[in-house]
């Protein structure tokens, strides 16, 4: 993968290549993002998928051989093997919960590599929920706003499902500030098989990427229902930078983009969503401020390129 060029308003321009890191005699080793999940409630004969990042932090080239799993609740999504992760590079492992019946249930994945620490655990738990139980769903899963200005607000909305039984919706709660619940008058009961939209407003008090979560807590057997929530706060009237690039081998399916304010990092994942195309703007710097950037390519199976060449960034002051 070639980028074209990176520019930073007024004027920048400045070019990097994608590179696979070289060997060296440093150990690997594998890492996990997160190590444990909670699945939560799920209705018995569903399924839930999550996955887990595996990340290769060491300087030679880690081979996962083989897997194992505990329980037959959980399973392994698709992750052939072997598989081999590049210094730097990051893959998706999905793991999958369905329960088969009502009650708590853990399990463990292991992974056997050449890391000198190997295996690497997983750790994951969840709850059967009878599938005659009322439940809620939340769509989409995950609210992205994307840039919105420091002190300005967007507003996005999601849909809530009652099904099985009617649900009634008693109190709901947003873990941070700068995210707000609208447009519910509690208490409210959804009848089943019906809908209620709830919006939701982002409102960044500073510049970067905010996370959160939308909570609903109702009588259903998956309570609380929750919502992601991830947005991105840019500085109003500030400079931006635009990158631009060539794609790799041609297999990509999409981009990542990374920043840090130090030579060779650490550096930040800083695109909310993997980047479908082959450019991206990153509006969220600050005048006067040096940045470093690289990007990555990930693939239809989740596999992550090692970081592409670094560049660096000066930022105009004012």
Known sequence: MKILFMRAFPLFV??????????????????CAPCTHAFGKIQIGSSSTYSIRLSNVGTKTLRIGSD??????????????????LPGASIQLPVI???????????????????????????????GASSSSPQLGVSPAT????????????????????????????????????????????????????????????TPNASGTATSKAG????????????????????????????SWNSGDGNAVGYNVYRGTAKAGPFQEINTALDASTNYTDSTVVS???????????????QESAY?????????NP
């Open 143 to 202: 609210l992205t706003f994307g840039n919105v200005a420091v002190g300005s607000s967007s507003s996005l909305q999601a849909t809530l499902t009652a099904s099985n039984a009617a649900v009634t919706i008693s109190s709901d709660q947003s873990l941070s500030s700068e995210f707000v619940i609208l447009g519910l008058d509690l208490p409210v009961t959804i009848p089943s098989g019906q809908s209620i939209p709830v919006t939701i407003q982002f």
């Open 97 to 127: 919960f369905t329960p088969t019946a009502e009650g708590y249930t853990t399990s463990v994945f292991t992974l056997v590599s050449n890391d000198p620490n190997s295996p690497l655990n997983i750790n994951v738990h969840g709850r």
């Open 68 to 85: 194992s799993k505990q329980g037959s609740a959980f399973s392994f999504g698709t992750f052939p093997l072997p598989v081999k992760i």
């Open 14 to 31: 400045v070019a990097l290549l994608f590179y696979l890191a070289p060997v060296s005699s440093f150990a690997q080793e594998l890492q």
């Open 288 to 302: 006067g401020a040096t940045y470093y950037y690289v990007a990555t390519e990930v693939n239809a199976s989740g």
């Open 216 to 243: 609903f807590i109702s009588n259903a057997a998956n309570s609380p229902t929750v919502e992601q929530l991830t947005g991105t706060g840019a500085v109003q009237g500030s400079h931006s930078v635009e990158l």
């Open 308 to 316: 592409s060449d670094e560049v660096q960034v000066v930022i105009p």
